[in-house]
């Protein structure tokens, strides 16, 4: 668990489960942690936050559940109300067990994942900034060396004065010139933020598939008909343009809708 987790973790107030504690949750899931061949995650339940702020209090009132780590699954009590399973000693719903599935989908890909996301954001502006200056460096060194009718044309004409009119244009030129790299960063870094959010979509429909295989398509569908529509009922009540509702509608956004990965789980 790295540092940043631990600190997520903190600010939650979030308790671990216990394997005495929430051996229904464990057992129903030990499949699942066989099929992806990774040691079984540690499950936190997220409580009242340390800090008093409304969008930490607003968060923990949502149904959700995510991977921090490849080795910790963090989710709500609210999740767990909604998807029917209270009493962890229990065996844990289907639609429970689908999406705990699907999270432990992302704990097997977590650092290819956070690759797939943030390199792109990155790379693409370096790799395109850099070919751009290694293509003007190259274009000033054919320009400098002079060619021999070049030289001898130099050498009979006389200089003559810019004319007045092109005084100062070295200004224009720089602006010309950075002005390039800007538009060519910006352009790059869009690039960037477009792949990324292809790879996520391409993320979750691969988790939502397999936390339909390991339970059944039914199971995941309603699942996620229900945290989503809870999550929209929720944001819906909370004036347009607030902190919170800006947070998790990009969050949403970053994610194929309702309909894409209902429709991707039961083709």
Not at 84 to 98: M, R
Not at 174 to 199: D, E, F, S
Not at 224 to 230: A, F, I, N, Y
Request: proline share 5%.
């Amino acid at each position: 668990m790295g540092l940043l987790d631990k600190h997520v973790l903190d600010a939650l107030n979030a308790v671990p489960l216990m394997k005495d504690a929430a051996s229904g949750l464990y057992s129903s899931l030990e499949g699942v942690a066989s099929t992806l061949k990774i040691s079984m995650p540690t499950f936190y339940v997220a409580g009242t936050p340390k800090v008093i702020h409304p969008v930490l209090e607003e968060l923990a009132k949502l149904p959700s559940a995510a991977a921090l780590s490849k080795d910790t699954v963090l989710l709500s009590e609210p999740m767990l109300k909604l998807l029917g399973s209270t009493d962890l000693t229990q065996p844990i719903s289907q639609e429970l067990k689908a999406v705990l599935s699907h999270e432990m989908h992302h704990c097997s890909n977590h650092t290819g994942i956070l690759l797939a996301k943030f390199v792109p954001i990155f790379a693409l502006p370096a790799i395109a900034l850099t070919a751009t200056y290694l293509y003007d460096r190259a274009q000033a060194k054919k320009a400098a060396t002079p060619k021999p009718e070049d030289i001898e044309r130099a050498a009979t004409e006389t200089r003559k004065e810019l004319p007045k009119d092109e005084k100062g244009s070295g200004f224009l030129d720089n602006l010309i010139y950075y002005g390039k790299y800007v538009a060519i960063g910006v352009a790059a870094t869009a690039a960037g933020l477009l792949t990324a959010r292809y790879v996520s979509r391409h993320f979750e429909f691969a988790a939502d598939s397999f936390g339909a295989g390991m339970t059944d398509k039914g199971a995941m569908a309603s699942a996620l008909e229900k945290v989503l529509g809870t999550t929209h009922d929720l944001l819906a009540s909370h004036p347009k343009g607030g902190i919170f509702s800006r947070i998790i509608g990009e969050t949403i956004q970053a994610h194929p809708s309702l309909t894409e990965r209902v429709a991707n789980i039961l083709r």
